[in-house]
């Protein structure tokens, strides 16, 4: 995977991830209690659900391994990610037809979202370990999304909702001009608005 980065994505070894300032970051690590964490799923659903950290791990986990990438041109390669499939959390909260769109929001206030298919695309996961061990609350933990192919921002750390919408939302990054679709293959990294803009 190291030989074939996509274009303007430059390697950084992985001990560098707990140094690197993002600017997106709203308020750093906010410390979520496992005791009082939750993980709702709501939205265009037949099944809204509230799972609390021991519902969330009775659910079967899937591993997968994946590069990084940040827009902003670094990427950390074999991230070995483990945790629970969106595709299966879908099974249970069972959108209906009219969602097309997937909101995800955080404990932090950070917001993201996708178009339904890439969401409930098989490699998509709530990770809440990385590289064998307990994902950290610097980098998400106790449970964030993982969306390989995207750019990170799409990655939303510390997950606390998920809503399934007819239309789309648009999140922290995208409001200011980063791309909603954000392929990493395609180099899609801003909007249409904001590549005339500057
Ligand atoms: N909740 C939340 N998720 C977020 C962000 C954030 O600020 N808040 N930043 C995004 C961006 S821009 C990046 S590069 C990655 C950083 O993840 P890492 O710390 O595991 O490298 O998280 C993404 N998810
Ligand atoms: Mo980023």
């Given at each position: 995977m190291t030989s074939s980065l996509p274009n303007g994505q430059r390697e950084i070894a992985r001990i560098l991830r707990w140094n690197i300032d993002h600017?997106?970051?709203?308020?750093?690590?906010?410390?979520?209690?496992l005791a009082k964490w939750t993980l709702e799923i709501d939205g265009e659903v037949e099944n809204p659900i509230k799972l609390t950290w021991s519902d969330f791990r009775r659910l079967s986990a899937s591993d997968c391994v994946a590069d990084f990438h940040c827009v902003e041109g670094w990427s950390i390669t074999g991230c070995k990610w483990r945790g629970v499939k969106l595709t299966e959390l879908a099974g249970i909260v069972q959108p209906k037809a009219k969602a097309k769109y997937v909101s995800f929001s955080c404990y932090d206030g950070y917001t993201t979202s996708l178009g339904l298919a890439e969401a409930l695309q098989e490699h998509v996961l709530l990770a809440f370990e990385l590289n064998g061990q307990p994902l950290d609350e610097a980098l998400g933990g106790p449970v964030r999304v993982v969306v390989p192919?995207?750019?990170?921002?799409?990655?939303?750390?510390?997950?606390?909702r998920i809503v399934f919408t007819e239309t789309r939302e648009l999140g922290y990054w995208e409001k200011k001009g980063?791309?909603?679709?954000?392929?990493v293959w395609k180099n899609d990294r801003f909007a249409q608005w904001r590549k005339r803009r500057f």
């Open positions: 600017p997106g970051i709203i308020e750093k690590n906010p410390a979520v209690d192919d995207k750019y990170a921002y799409k990655s939303a750390m510390w997950i606390k980063y791309s909603q679709t954000a392929d």
